[in-house]
């Protein structure tokens, strides 16, 4: 509730720092918003051109190009988002030094920011449900909303909780780069859940992307609603958002001495 309080108050920054964002991002950018696809979709060319025709990952009946796309698309959102994020009080050091308002403010508008990066790229995957004559819209897509609720979540208590140690140690920033590098391979992104051995589900699933990406999976290819793994997920993400949003309202007071 303080937190919903806090943005409802602050809402015209939020949403004018989140304008602000997308307008600098690709203000000076020959393509514009086209880089928003143009990562997911040349990871997913090199990694359908590996695992299909010299390493082949059984993907059943879903060609392994859609399987990977539905998969790179909130992983796209979620590491851009959070690297975004541990990096934004450092980069706007001299508005957080002399200006007083919530520093909170500058991390939400981050994430909200790659939000439209997220909405590009999804279109490329409708097209792609089209073009492989696969259902691109079914009852079971009432479940996203959810779905990317449960993500933001774990995005935000990641961003600010490494946004808040970013300004203390800058070594937290390249920390969380090759932390997330090595999140991709512990998640069902390249790979389908199958090959996990069942008995180790259980653990395999308090990876809490991997909750959330195989929800994904399972709402637009499957055409079917996410199982409890999903439950855990949205736990996990409850404890890393209120850890992170604990830790940032903790030490934001020392933010604009040590900037």
């Known amino acids: 509730m303080i937190v919903l309080n806090d943005l409802y108050k602050h809402r015209d920054l939020l949403f004018a720092w989140t304008f602000r964002t997308i307008r600098a991002r690709y203000q000076q950018s020959i393509l514009g918003g086209i880089w928003a696809i143009v990562q997911p979709i040349a990871i997913v060319i090199v990694f359908t051109i590996i695992f299909s025709r010299f390493i082949r990952v059984d993907t059943g009946d879903i060609p392994y190009v859609v ?121 069902p992104i390249i790979y389908p859940v199958t090959l996990i051995p069942e008995r180790y589900h259980t653990y395999y699933y308090l990876n809490p992307m991997a909750g959330v990406i195989e929800a994904y999976r399972s709402v637009i290819l499957h055409a079917s609603p996410p199982g409890n793994y999903l439950i855990i997920s949205a736990l996990a993400a409850a404890v890393v958002f209120l850890s992170g949003y604990w830790l940032f309202k903790r030490v934001e007071h020392k933010f604009a001495d040590v900037i």
């Open 67 to 187: 399987f990977s796309y539905t998969a790179m698309v909130p992983w796209t959102l979620f590491v851009s988002s959070v690297t975004d994020m541990v990096d934004t009080l450092v980069a706007n050091m001299n508005l957080v030094s002399k200006i007083y308002f919530p520093r909170d403010i500058l991390v939400i508008a981050a994430m909200l920011a790659r939000l439209l990066d997220f909405t590009i790229a999804s279109s490329i995957l409708i097209v792609l449900l089209f073009v492989y004559q696969m259902p691109a819209f079914t009852i079971s897509l009432l479940y996203i909303p959810l779905i990317l609720a449960i993500q933001l979540a774990l995005s935000l208590g990641l961003g600010l909780g490494g946004a808040a140690l970013n300004v203390f140690f800058r070594d937290i920033k390249h920390l969380f780069v090759l932390g997330l590098q090595l999140w991709l391979y512990a998640t």
